[in-house]
Each structure stands twice: as C-alpha cells, then as structure tokens.
C-alpha cells in the first residue's frame, strides 16, 4: 500500500511539471511553504509524520476545503507530505546525485518551506542565517539526520540524507 502511494505520488508530480504553475517551482517547497501557512494558523506545528498515509488520505480532502486550497495547491501539500514519508523506511536506499551541492539539496527537500534563508522562506520553523555560528555545524548535521535527537517533539520531518549529503547542507548554511 506504501509503495503504491509513494508510486502515484511520484508519478503525479512529474505530471504536474507539465502544468505552468509548478514548471518553474518545486512541488515539494510549495507544499512545504502551504503546510507551514495554512496547517499552521489553526494547529500547531507538528510533523507530518503524526499520521499515516492512510490518514493523510482522509484529512486532505476535507482539509482542503477549509482552508481554501486550490486543487494544485492540494497536490503540492500531498507531495511535501509524500516526501517527509520517504525518510526511515526499511530497506529504503538512499542516494546522491553526482554533482548535487548543498543548495541542490536545500531546494530538493523544501529547507525554506520552514525556514527564513537570507530574508526568504517559512516562518514556523527557526530561520537559518546564522545557525552554524550559533548552533556548531555538528550540532546542525546531527539535527539534519535526527531531527528529534534533542527535541522529540519537533516538527522537523526527518528525510532521507547522507552523512555527505548534511554535510553539503551545512557548508552552505557557514556561509548565511
């Protein structure tokens, strides 16, 4: 059931780069940024991951309606869902891209649909400028790979990186 979720999810959002309004965004970062401001003016931040995909299922739909999200608006909400679904499966094989920096990864996993980046991005989530100087970059690596090492409760979905992969995004966060 997973598998063909995550299967039509995927297949969903390559269709959906047909379409003007997400040909030149990413899905999951519009998603990202939908969750944290419309999810968030009524509930609390909290992972996605607090319910099943199953769930998810139902919620949306009903959802949708009441905070007067647009039908693509839905479908980017359901990708950033989706994604934050791939992280810690069994078996799961994660990889890098040849050549992908830090900034790559940023926009692949939606980083600013949370977090203010140089002047832009989310509100919900701690803006990043300065968070190697403050926080020490193994402090933010390991909160990259474990989002709920120090804080169970976070809200920080927990996706699918290397150790080189944190590392890329750290090297970019030294220098905001």
Same mark, same amino acid.
């Given at each position: 059931m997973?598998?063909t979720?995550?299967?039509?999810v995927?297949?969903?959002?390559t269709?959906l780069?047909?379409f003007p309004?997400f040909a030149?965004?990413n899905? /999951?970062?519009e998603?990202?940024?939908?969750? @944290?401001?419309n999810?968030s003016?009524c509930?609390n931040a909290r992972p996605?991951?607090?319910f099943s995909e199953?769930e998810?299922s ?6 949708r ?5 647009t039908g693509?608006?839905t ?7 989706a /994604?934050?679904f791939?992280a810690n499966?069994?078996g799961?094989? /994660? ?5 992908e ?9 939606a980083?600013a ?5 140089n002047?832009?991005g989310g509100?919900v989530?701690p803006g990043l400028?300065g968070?190697?100087q ?11 790979l474990?989002p709920?090492f120090? @804080?169970?409760?976070?809200?920080m ?7 080189a ?12």
């Amino acid at each position: 059931m997973k598998k063909t979720f995550l299967y039509l999810v995927l297949t969903f959002l390559t269709y959906l780069t047909s379409f003007p309004v997400f040909a030149e965004s990413n899905p /999951v970062a519009e998603g990202a940024r939908l969750f @944290n401001n419309n999810c968030s003016r009524c509930h609390n931040a909290r992972p996605a991951q607090e319910f099943s995909e199953r769930e998810w299922s139902v919620i949306m739909p009903h959802m949708r309606e009441k905070a007067h999200l647009t039908g693509s608006e839905t479908l980017a909400v359901e990708a950033f869902i989706a /994604v934050t679904f791939t992280a810690n499966k069994v078996g799961q094989v /994660v990889t890098e891209s040849e050549g992908e920096t830090g900034e790559d990864i940023i926009t692949r996993f939606a980083c600013a649909g949370c977090h203010k980046i140089n002047g832009g991005g989310g509100t919900v989530a701690p803006g990043l400028n300065g968070v190697v100087q403050r926080m020490g970059a193994d402090m933010v690596q390991r909160k990259l790979l474990e989002p709920t090492f120090n @804080n169970p409760s976070s809200s920080m979905p927990s996706f699918p990186l290397t150790p080189a992969q944190a590392a890329k995004i750290v090297d970019v966060l030294r220098t905001q």
